[in-house]
Nanobody
Framework: VQLQAFGGGLVQPGGSLRLACAVS????????MGWFRQAPGKEREFVAA????????FYADAVKGRFTLSRSNAESTIYLQMNNLKPEDTAVYYC????????????????????WGQGTLVTVSS
């Protein structure tokens, strides 16, 4: 299974970006797909996730109402639309996949995900 993330870049505060993560080598059915981010000097943190079966979406409190996770079944791709970006959103964003349909208590844990993309840098600065 390979994950390829892209779409990062430099944006001013209040701006928008859309990240994408394409999955290859596996037909998605019961997996959980997630986005995490890691800022310099900080631990990797949960951003958002979706259970492929059922489409349930979950968001970190810090991004709720600003970020939207969507998917394309046909393309085995997930997207993260990020609006009203803030300087504190600056980080390397990683997409990840778990082979399992994770329960709520597990979905925010990076150790629950089996596969990781290479990361894409998002910089929010004026």
């Amino acid at each position: 299974v390979q994950l390829q993330a892209f779409g990062g870049g430099l944006v001013q505060p209040g701006g928008s970006l859309r990240l994408a993560c394409a999955v290859s080598g596996r037909t998605l059915s019961r997996e959980t797909m997630g986005w995490f981010r890691q800022a310099p000097g900080k631990e990797r943190e949960f951003v958002a996730a979706i259970r492929w079966s059922g489409g349930n979406r979950f968001y970190a409190d810090a991004v709720k109402g600003r970020f939207t996770l969507s998917r394309s079944n046909a393309e085995s791709t997930i997207y993260l639309q990020m609006n009203n970006l803030k300087p504190e959103d600056t980080a390397v964003y990683y997409c990840a996949a778990s082979e399992l349909s994770l329960i709520l208590s597990e979905i925010r844990g990076p150790d629950r995900y089996n596969y990781w993309g290479q990361g894409t840098l998002v910089t929010v600065s004026s």
